[in-house]
């Protein structure tokens, strides 16, 4: 089983097999990434929950020099962290202070 609240990221690969129990209601922001393959090899397919207390800065890593999304930000201060990182999928968190960058593709 896996309890998630508010804030709370869930991530499910395709491929798992579940049940929902709602208890409460819930909204929630969702994201899909349509793709042909099954990203994990074995009998189990995961369902991830990262709780909202990880995306808080102390638990970020300083990526101002080498950010993930978008390079270098220079003098502008960013932190990331990835939770998720298999096959063409990757999902994670990032914060950034007021300043403008160049962002390459």
Same mark, same amino acid.
């Given at each position: 089983?896996?309890?998630?609240g508010?804030?709370?990221?869930?991530?499910i690969p395709?491929?798992? #097999?579940?049940r929902?129990?709602?208890?409460?209601?819930?909204?929630?922001?969702?994201a899909?990434?349509a793709h042909e393959?099954?990203e @994990?090899s074995?009998?189990?397919?995961?369902?991830?929950?990262?709780? %909202?207390?990880?995306?808080s800065? @102390?638990?970020l890593?300083?990526t101002?020099?080498n950010?993930?999304l978008y390079?270098?930000?220079g003098s502008?201060?960013?932190?990331?962290? #990835?939770? %998720?990182?298999?096959?063409?999928?990757?999902?994670?968190v990032?914060t950034?202070?007021?300043?403008s960058? @160049?962002?390459a593709?």
């Amino acid at each position: 089983k896996h309890f998630f609240g508010p804030g709370d990221m869930v991530i499910i690969p395709k491929g798992h #097999t579940g049940r929902w129990d709602v208890n409460t209601p819930i909204h929630k922001v969702w994201a899909v990434n349509a793709h042909e393959n099954v990203e @994990e090899s074995g009998p189990i397919i995961r369902v991830q929950v990262d709780h %909202y207390k990880d995306f808080s800065p @102390e638990c970020l890593s300083d990526t101002s020099a080498n950010d993930p999304l978008y390079g270098n930000t220079g003098s502008v201060a960013s932190a990331s962290n #990835t939770f %998720y990182d298999v096959g063409p999928t990757k999902v994670g968190v990032w914060t950034s202070e007021p300043g403008s960058f @160049e962002v390459a593709s």
